[in-house]
């Protein structure tokens, strides 16, 4: 069993930044990729990043490239999204992930979820 736990979500103006961290629970965790995903109002969840469980690959989807940064630390089971120049179509509940299978992972089915954190980009 794993659990995640999200946290660092919050309330930011148009260019701000957030950095949003997850904690894993359980001694499996640096053998899982993990990822975030996003969920806005009215919409369907959406795939926004994923790292491999050594860290040394990365994926982004192409909304986030070069704007958002994931990485981990597996000595402290945290993985950590840093959001930069937020705008308002990054708003939504971000929700951290994790699975065995990076592939599995990135189509959205991972096997653990965690309960999310909200962000709000105000312009």
């Known amino acids: 069993q794993m659990q995640l736990v999200e946290s660092g979500g919050g309330v930011v103006r148009t260019g701000g930044s957030l950095r949003l961290s997850c904690a894993g629970s359980?001694?499996?965790?640096?053998?899982?990729?993990m990822g975030w995903f996003r969920q806005a109002p009215g919409k369907e969840r959406e795939f926004v990043a994923a790292?491999?469980?050594?860290?040394?690959?990365?994926y982004y989807a192409d909304s986030v490239k070069g704007q958002f940064t994931i990485s981990r630390d597996n000595a402290k089971n945290m993985v950590y999204l840093q959001m930069n120049s937020l705008k308002p179509e990054d708003s939504g509940v971000y929700f951290c992930?994790?699975?065995?299978?990076?592939?599995?992972?990135?189509?959205?089915?991972?096997?653990?979820w965690g309960q999310g954190t909200p962000v709000t980009v105000s312009s």
């Open positions: 992930a994790a699975d065995g299978s990076e592939g599995v992972l990135r189509i959205g089915r991972p096997l653990y």
């Open positions: 359980g001694r499996t965790f640096s053998s899982l990729a």
């Open positions: 790292i491999s469980f050594s860290g040394g690959r990365t």
